[in-house]
């Protein structure tokens, strides 16, 4: 009999759709899954996109998860602060054999103090930010550090996907599920970081989310004062 293997998805208003279910569609197919969507309560969530996504299991009620995955978003401001939200992350990193995120939602693990001098990545936008947290940021598409494991932004997260299951069950399996879902990404642009896009395309990306970054910093500054006054932030296994 396979053993099995909770995997939880934090649901929250604003989140991006992608950067939960890339990685769903991917650790859904390990053997033994067993996924929960995790919300404050059971109402239905209103992605980003507009998307609705009912939760399985709310914060109170959610099973002790072997992995646990915080999606990014323009939803992820209000969750900086958020201390149940906060709370619940620190209770669940004390037993999960994975603590990880996907594209922003790097940014509430460091606000929940799990990050502390871990390597970890981000949104590119997002990726000056992780020092308030004692991150230590890593321009690159999936970072593992310990049981600690970041993905990029938001299409990253199926790459972050692959590499989790690999970690978790081994090549093969992970092999086996990226030929399942066909992921063989040949973008038709090379602008898809701005290390290879125009430089006017991302000034231009940049300044159209200008003022959800102010909004972003100012949380996050909020979020890291909050942590040194609470003492030492909390840790992973």
Avoid at 46 to 75: F, K, M, N, Q, S
Avoid at 149 to 165: E, M, P
Avoid at 209 to 219: F, G, K, M, S, T
Wanted: hydrophobic share 40%.
């Amino acid at each position: 009999m396979v053993q099995s293997f909770r995997i939880g998805f934090l649901l929250f208003p604003g989140l991006t759709q992608l950067d939960l279910t890339g990685p769903y569609e991917v650790l859904n197919r390990l053997p033994g899954a067993e996924t929960h969507l995790i919300g404050k309560n059971r109402e239905p969530v209103r992605t980003g996109g507009g998307l609705t996504i009912l939760p399985t299991t709310t914060y109170a009620e959610c099973p002790a998860l072997d992995l646990v995955c915080v999606p990014g978003g323009g939803g992820v401001n209000a969750l900086l602060t958020d201390a149940e939200t906060l709370d619940f992350l620190r209770r669940q990193a004390k037993i999960a054999r994975y603590v990880t995120s996907v594209c922003t939602g790097t940014l509430v693990l460091g606000a929940a103090g799990l990050l502390r001098g871990k390597r970890a990545t981000t949104h590119w936008m997002a990726m000056d930010m992780l020092k308030a947290f004692g991150a230590i940021a890593v321009d690159e598409r999936v970072v593992v550090d310990g049981n600690v494991i970041t993905g990029g932004g938001v299409t990253a997260g199926i790459d972050f996907g692959l590499k989790v299951a690999a970690e978790v069950a081994g090549e093969e399996v992970a092999r086996g599920i990226q030929l399942a879902i066909e992921y063989d990404p040949r973008p038709p642009f090379d602008s898809g970081h701005p290390r290879s896009a125009d430089p006017a395309l991302v000034e231009k990306i940049t300044k159209r989310a200008e003022p959800q970054q102010a909004e972003r910093r100012a949380q996050v500054e909020k979020a890291a004062a909050a942590l040194a006054a609470s003492g030492q932030p909390a840790k992973t296994r």
